[in-house]
């Protein structure tokens, strides 16, 4: 079998003849980004070969610039192991990004749901032959507590803990449900965990289910990642087969489990205090994290398997600790409007009851938009792709230290960068530095309003000025506009390409016109929008400015009315995890939301046309 070195690590690993690259990666012991869904089109998994003989084919040059394969670079998801090889080590540059975790919104009351009944029973005897269950519900009627349901995750435990409490405990419900039995006195309150599971990255918050009380926040990169940086990726993957929704599946519990961990290691508590967990994630995260198959959601009509469904064990999808918490998933209003926005929706108070009119829109790797207006809640996605994310840009990448994140006209006529953690030379460019260098190449005529960036001659005879026209050149893809190069003539560093600008006007046309569409349908000018609220990391982090500049935000939206709310998904998930009332809230919308499915409608597709088009400046 071919054996393939890597360095300098010195990690070596020994494969079937024909075994794709990116899985002798992996089994080396190296995470490898695949944000295409290993389908041979963004380049991202890309290796060089040192040594060893990769024939460079169309495969490779579709996804890779020239003198990047001339350099040895592969594509390694189309890349198959023919013989010995030497691999340089691969880096994951994405693998330590920064997730959002501010989250603001209504604070939640606290329900009556949740109690905590204090239980002193008789032991058991020769002549008292109850069994335990009967023993406990028969104690906790005598408390006022009846109509209890024992669930079999609690019932499994409950012979170990009675005898362990000696009879004398402190019992906690959440409804009908039995959630714990603890010896009484311990003096452990219960806690919760609310988490929003995005496509990309993962936020959780520990409560103290008493009174709400943030105890902690955690963080993590989806590591779904690996099989595909958007939803359409991940549904092709699961749809493979059962092995492949497991995989998904696994990734996804074990992460959360990794959020609770961290946070009951910050808070200075333990897996035998955390009694629920409340999930805000996007339709297809929702039915991958319940094993079932999401295959349909990406097969019109797009009908998705399930809205809401009923709390569940932890163990029943795959909890490992011994103390598993109930877990609770925020319902879904359609294919890909998910739990995600209804947690949204619920924490911002989106409403039909609003006398404003409120734009919602949590931008990433989709695009959702909700509008309410004239006594109605409208919701739609646009298919954005992952252009925010920082994948399939040319230099894409998440905003981790060494990704230009802001990028604006200079004093001295050329351009200011702003670089995570102030890394230089920069390593790439992440969503919010995208958007800000497009703006800023409109604002100084290098692109023009049909997104054509001007090559060195045309700059020249446009008057460009001089500190931007000596960094633009040619690339493989046309013009290009060194942004930070290494040396003063742009022999390397990081670029704005002419396909990176085309690749931001399909994401920005589609998330303008689906909010356009849903105006439309409303009979509201955009004008006339009173509040516009930008959820999610790209949402939060990016000049509103440059936003209206590119028009990523319909033509005619006042700035003054647009601001950031941070985490949406993560604070309505702490809303449902907190409160039955909440709860029954996030239900409610999630039931009479007004869907509107794009794709299809002559409507989109026209605005889509237009809003492709950046605004005159």
Not at 63 to 73: A, E, H, I, S
Not at 163 to 180: E, I
Not at 495 to 503: F, G, K, N, P, Q
Not at 513 to 542: M, Q, S, T
Request: aromatic share 4%; hydrophobic share 40%.
């Amino acid at each position: 079998m071919p054996t393939i070195t890597f360095q300098p690590s010195g990690r070596q690993s020994e494969v079937p003849l024909g075994t794709r690259l990116i899985d002798a990666v992996r089994q080396a012991g190296f995470d490898i980004p695949a944000p295409c869904g290993e389908k041979g089109l963004c380049g991202k998994c890309r290796v060089k070969v040192l040594a060893g003989d990769v024939p460079a084919g169309s495969a490779h040059t579709g996804c890779l610039p020239d003198k990047l394969v001339r350099d040895g670079w592969r594509a390694s998801c189309v890349a198959t192991v023919d013989a010995d090889l030497v691999i340089a080590d691969p880096v994951n540059i994405d693998s330590d990004g920064v997730v959002l975790t501010d989250f603001a919104g209504r604070d939640a009351t606290i329900g009556d749901d949740l109690w905590t009944v204090a239980v002193t029973m008789p032991h058991p005897s020769k002549d008292d032959q109850r069994d335990d269950s009967t023993r406990l519900l028969d104690s906790l009627a005598e408390a006022g507590r009846t109509d209890i349901d024992i669930p079999p995750n609690v019932l499994t435990e409950l012979p170990r803990r009675l005898r362990q409490a000696a009879y004398d405990c402190d019992v906690v419900g959440l409804g009908r449900r039995l959630l714990a039995v603890r010896p009484a006195g311990s003096g452990r309150d219960g806690l919760g965990l609310a988490v929003d599971l995005g496509t990309t990255t993962m936020a959780a918050a520990l409560c103290d289910m008493r009174d709400g009380t943030i105890l902690a926040v955690s963080s993590i990169a989806n590591p779904q990642s690996l099989r595909g940086d958007d939803v359409i990726s991940r549904i092709d993957y699961a749809s493979r087969g059962r092995d492949e929704l497991g995989e998904l599946r696994r990734l996804a519990v074990d992460a959360i489990e990794d959020l609770s961990r961290k946070a009951l290691a910050a808070a200075g508590r333990n897996g035998d205090d955390l009694l629920l967990v409340s999930v805000a994630g996007n339709t297809v995260m929702n039915h991958i994290l319940m094993g079932v198959d999401p295959t349909a959601l990406a097969l019109s009509p797009f009908i998705p398997g399930f809205r809401r469904v009923d709390p569940v064990p932890g163990r029943d999808i795959g909890w490992h600790s011994p103390n598993e918490p109930l877990v609770m998933i925020v319902p879904n209003i359609a294919a890909y409007v998910g739990g995600d926005i209804t947690a949204g929706i619920l924490a911002h108070n989106v409403t039909a009851d609003n006398s404003p009119t409120v734009l919602f829109l949590d931008v990433g790797t989709n695009g959702e938009i909700v509008l309410a207006a004239n006594q109605t809640v409208y919701a739609c996605a646009a298919a954005a792709g992952p252009a925010f994310e920082g994948a399939r840009i040319r230099q894409g990448m998440r905003a981790v230290p060494g990704a230009i994140s802001g990028v604006s006209p200079g004093a001295d006529g050329g351009l200011d960068i702003a670089v995570v953690d102030n890394i230089h030379p920069a390593k790439g460019i992440c969503g919010t530095g995208l958007l800000d260098a497009v703006a800023a190449c409109l604002d100084l005529g290098v692109v023009d309003d049909g997104g054509r960036m001007l090559d060195a001659d045309e700059a020249d005879d446009e008057n460009i000025p001089e500190p931007v026209r000596r960094h633009i050149h040619e690339d493989d893809d046309g013009p290009a506009l060194w942004l930070e190069p290494v040396s003063g003539h742009g022999d390397s560093g990081v670029a704005l390409t002419s396909r990176d600008v085309r690749e931001f006007q399909l994401a920005k046309g589609a998330i303008a016109a689906g909010a356009r569409v849903l105006l439309d349908i409303a009979g509201v000018k955009p004008e006339e929008v009173d509040h516009v609220l930008l959820a999610g990391g790209f949402g939060n982090y990016l000049r509103p400015a440059a936003a209206l500049r590119t028009g990523l935000l319909p033509t005619g939206i006042r700035l003054e009315c647009v601001r950031s709310v941070g985490n949406a998904s993560l604070a309505g998930s702490r809303l449902y995890l907190l409160s039955g009332s909440e709860r029954d809230r996030a239900d409610a919308i999630s039931r009479t939301v007004k869907y509107i499915e794009l794709s299809g409608r002559d409507d989109f597709q026209t605005a889509f046309a237009e809003e492709m088009m950046f605004p005159e400046g």
